[in-house]
C-alpha cells in the first residue's frame, strides 16, 4: 500500500549530511507550509575527515538557496577565494612546467570553438590564456570580485575553499536554527526493516527508534545503510585511477597578510600530487599517492620538500594518513535509501568533485522529490541511471589528467600511459578529438559534470594536438575568433587594474562585508 512521503532520516553528518539536510529543508519549506520533517542523526563519536576543502561555483547557488549569508559564510568558515587549478609538473615533471583549468567558460563558448583558432593561428599565449582572462586573474593573485559586488554576484566566475570542520558546524546552526531541522546526537545501533525490504526506522542508543518514510545514507566509508544493510556492491576503480592513500597536514602562514592563493595548486610528484589550499589563516596541503608505486615514507619526504621548498614550516608528526578507496557503489538509491557523499563513494579530490557530487545529488533529490512511495523507485532508477553516468564521466576526466602526461621518471607516470587502464570510453574520445576540438554535443547528457570546455583546457594544457581541418578556416569565423581574443586581452587589463588581491577582499569582507543581494 502507498503514502506519503513525509518524514526524511538523514544518518550522518559532516559536510554532506548537513548540504543535504539544508537543501531538501529549504527546496520543502518553500514550497509546502507543514506536514514534512528532517531528522538529522549523527555519531558524536566520529569526527569529519575533511578532505576536499575546494568547491566549485554551483556552491554558490546551493548557500544563497538555503538562505545563508556570502558574508557570513565566509567570515565564520575560514573561507577564500578560489578562480580554478593549477596544475604544475604534470606534462613534463621540469620546474617551468604548468597550466590551468579556470572556472570561467572561454569566450562566447556557448556559440563559437576557440580551439580551432588558438591551434590554427599560435601567439605564445597558453590555451586558456588566450581564451580567458582567469589565469592571468589567478597568476597575480587578485580577487573574482570587488568589495562594492553584492553577496553571490561576481565580475568572474568564482568557487570557494573551505575550512571542512567549520563549515559542517556551521551549516549545522543554520539547519537547526532557520530550518528547522530536528538534529539528534547518537549511535545507530540497529537498522530496522518493514516485510517489503523498506527501512522503517533506524534504532539508536539514547533516543530509541527514529522512524523515516525516506533515509538518506551520510555515514561515510562506513555506508552503514546502502553498503553494510542493503549490501550493495562497491566498483573500485584503482586499475584506472592509483592513488590510495593521503597524508594531509596544516601548514600556518609566516604573516597574517600573506598573499592568499586564488586558484587550488596540484603539483605532480613521483607517484601522485601535492594538493595545496590557501585558506584565509592556513594553507591545507596534502599529498594523495598510489601505495602501489611509492611508500609512506618516501611520500611523507615528498611533502616535506614540497612544504619547505613553498616557505612553510610544520611539524612532521601533525602529518595525518587517510588511506582512500576510489570507486563507487553499484548503485546509490535501493528501495527507500539514497546514499550522498563517502558512503556512495569517493574520488582523489583532483578536480573538487566530492561536495560538487553532494550538491548535485540533494540537488535532485530535492527537485524530484517522491510525494509518494510508489513515485519512489522511479525516481530512484533515474536518480541511478544519472549518477552511474556522472561518476563514470568524472572517471573518465580525471584520468585524463594522467594518461597525456610526458613524464617518463616514474613507473607511476608510465603506467598511466597504458591503454589497458584509459576506459574505453575517454579512448573513443581521443580519438575523435584528434581530428576535432571538444565540442558541446560529444557527451550523452545535456547537463555534465565537466563540460567540454574543461576538456579543452586540461587537453591543450598538457599539449594535445587536435589536426587542423582540412576544410581549412572561414574568414568570417577568424574575424570572429581576432575579435573575441582581443576582447579577451582587454578583459585581462581591465581584471588587472581593478581587481583587489585576494588578501585585501577578504580583509575588508571582515571589516564592512559584502552588499546583501
Known sequence: MTHAIQSIVIV????????????????????????????????PDVKPIGVGEGTWPTMRRTLKAMGIGETDFIQQCNVSFKQGAKFAKWVTGEEDDF?????????DFDRTNLARH???????????????????VCELGLAPKAITTAEYASIINYAYHLDAGLFSAFLQQHCTDKLGVRHILDNVSHINSALNGDITSVSTAQNGDIKGDLFIDCTGFKSLLLGEHFKVGFKSCKDVLFVDQALAIHVPYDDENAPVASHTISTGQSAGWVW?????????????????????????????????????SVNSADIRKIPLNPGHREKFWQRNCVAIGLSAGFLEPLEASSLLLVEISASMIAEQFPAMRDAMDVIAKRFNRTFLYRWERIIDFLKLHYMLTQRNDSDFWIDNRDPVTIPQSLQDHLTLWRYQPP????????????????????????????????????????????????????????????????????NKIHQYGLQKV
Open 12 to 43: 550522518g553528518g559532516g559536510t554532506a549530511g548537513w548540504i543535504t539536510a539544508g537543501t531538501l529543508a529549504a527546496k520543502l519549506k518553500n514550497e509546502h507550509a507543514t506536514g514534512f520533517t528532517i531528522t538529522l542523526v549523527e555519531s
Open 118 to 136: 588558438w591551434a590554427y593561428a599560435p601567439s605564445g599565449q597558453s590555451f586558456s590564456q588566450a581564451v580567458s582572462p582567469q589565469e592571468t
Open 99 to 107: 597550466y590551468y583549468h579556470p572556472l570561467v567558460l572561454p569566450q
Open 439 to 506: 565540442w558541446h554535443n560529444d557527451f550523452e547528457d545535456a547537463v555534465e559534470v565537466f563540460p567540454a570546455a574543461s576538456y579543452q583546457y586540461v587537453l591543450y594544457g598538457m599539449g594535445f594536438y587536435t589536426q587542423h581541418s582540412a576544410l581549412g578556416l572561414s574568414d568570417a569565423y577568424q574575424q570572429k575568433a581576432v575579435s573575441l581574443r582581443h576582447k579577451n586581452s582587454q578583459q585581462c587589463e581591465q581584471m588587472r587594474r581593478n581587481l583587489p588581491t585576494n588578501r585585501a577582499l577578504l
Open 276 to 312: 595545496d589550499i590557501g585558506l584565509q589563516n592556513r594553507r591545507g596541503v596534502g599529498h594523495v599517492y598510489s601505495s602501489a608505486h611509492t611508500s609512506e615514507e618516501r611520500a611523507g619526504e615528498e611533502l616535506l620538500h614540497y612544504i619547505r621548498q613553498t616557505g612553510g
